[in-house]
């Protein structure tokens, strides 16, 4: 079993419609999970940081968390065609760890 | 302020050459790290540094990659020799220890390697 998984896609939208993007992890010491948005040809970009269970609202982007379940998600309202890209999940494995785990990533399509 | 600076951006040599890719973390920053993406394998980490000092680099493929980190601003990652396996992009990225958790990691724009 991967450490990280998400649902590699690719999930296609209709503009203005939310987008749900989902990840699982395997450890239960977890503390940290950050979701990353990476265009083609470009690095990964930070968007959105949770740690504790709940929600947790920016702009657009809600983050959800649910320790108990293992699994987090990511919620894009109104999505927008510039919001087409490749989401990253990433967790730190082991909780005292300072490195980082990355799912393989969810290829998003908004269609105009 | 400046953000995560790799350089070069583009590298293309022929196999049996050495590499060395260059990385400047965010001022301030006490964590670094260098990750290799491939579209088989993704984003894997290669190995990082906590104040200079490599702390794991299990992640490290083979004794022909090494790097280095001899001052809080600059970090080299070598690959000698290089193969055309090791074609990808290589990201280095960095974090700051704050009192809470540590783990926001900001990266840099990449380096793409090809090997010939």
């Known amino acids: 079993q991967k450490e990280v998984e998400q649902n590699s896609g690719p999930l296609s939208v209709p503009e203005g419609a939310i987008a749900s993007l989902n990840c699982t992890y395997s450890d239960r010491v977890s503390q940290s999970f950050f979701w990353y948005r990476q265009y083609s040809g470009k690095s990964p970009e930070l968007i959105m940081s949770?740690?504790?269970?709940g929600d947790k609202e920016d702009g657009r982007f809600t983050a959800q968390l649910n320790k108990a379940s293992q699994y987090v998600s990511l919620l894009i309202r109104d999505s927008q065609p510039s919001d087409s890209a490749t989401y990253l999940c990433?967790?730190?494995?082991?909780?005292?760890?300072?490195?980082?785990?990355f799912g393989s990533g969810t290829q998003l399509t908004v269609l105009p | 302020d400046a953000g995560v600076i790799q350089s070069p951006r583009h590298e293309v040599t022929e196999m049996g050459q050495e590499v060395t890719l260059r990385c400047k973390p965010i001022s301030g920053h006490d964590y670094l790290f260098w990750y290799r993406q491939t579209m088989m394998r993704g984003l894997e980490l290669l190995i990082y540094f906590n104040n200079n000092v490599p702390i794991d680099d299990s992640g490290m493929p083979e004794d022909r990659f090494s790097a280095k980190m001899p001052n809080a601003s600059f970090s080299t990652l070598k690959i000698q020799p290089s193969e055309p396996r090791d074609s990808a992009v290589y990201f280095c990225?960095?974090?700051?220890?704050?009192?809470?958790?540590?783990?926001?990691?900001?990266f840099g724009p990449g380096t793409r390697l090809t090997v010939t």
């Open positions: 990225a960095s974090s700051f220890t704050s009192g809470k958790i540590p783990y926001e990691q900001y």
């Open positions: 990433a967790v730190n494995i082991d909780g005292s760890a300072r490195q980082l785990t």
């Open positions: 949770i740690y504790s269970n």
